[in-house]
């Protein structure tokens, strides 16, 4: 799952790497989604604060802890674009979202998905047949259902995918949505 609303995902800017807190709001969406965690055995999450404090509110709520922090679940590097917005982006760098080009030191699938994966083998055999989840962010998610499926869409916060292990690989069970726009608000940023 991604983490809550953090204070980049309100000004529109790409985090990568950076580590910016969780909003108010953000707070609010991991206690709702709390609610519709169901049973875990484990939490783990990425190394950024965003996803940790995601995790230690979803936490406390469900009474499933400690919450587990491993720095393979950490956001892709965006390179020179962490911290500017797609406005800033398209002024320094005319075209190059439309064309997908990316900077220097701009992390790309592959790494990504290596880590990822390396952790999931790595779950799956310290909890076979459990539930773990797992917070990170939204580039590492994409990364991952590109890999799994050929498809990645937007994710939104607190939205996700239910992954499958067997022991041997993953695959895509169903793209998640831990709350409902009924019950508190939802930031979909255009970003990483």
């Given at each position: 799952m ?9 000004e ?58 491993d ?13 500017l ?108």
């Amino acid at each position: 799952m991604r983490h809550g609303e953090s204070t980049w995902n309100v000004e529109g800017r790409w985090q990568g790497q950076a580590d910016p807190p969780l909003t108010e709001l953000g707070e609010r969406q991991a206690a709702v989604a709390a609610q519709a965690v169901g049973a875990v055995d484990a939490i783990v999450a990425s190394d950024l604060q965003r996803a940790i404090h995601t995790a230690a509110i979803i936490s406390t709520a469900i009474g499933v802890g400690p919450v587990l922090v491993d720095p393979r679940m950490r956001e892709r590097n965006a390179g020179e674009w962490q911290g500017l917005t797609r406005d800033e982006i398209e002024e320094r760098y005319p075209g190059w979202l439309k064309d997908k080009k990316r900077p220097d030191g701009f992390e790309h699938d592959e790494p990504v998905v290596a880590r990822a994966l390396g952790l999931l083998d790595e779950l799956a055999a310290t909890y076979e047949d459990a539930a773990v989840l797992i917070i990170t962010h939204g580039g590492v998610i994409r990364a991952l259902e590109r890999h799994l499926t050929d498809d990645a869409g937007m994710v939104p916060n607190l939205g996700g995918l239910a992954i499958e292990h067997d022991g041997m690989r993953a695959r895509v069970i169903e793209r998640v949505l831990l709350i409902d726009a009924d019950q508190i608000e939802i930031t979909i940023p255009g970003q990483i």
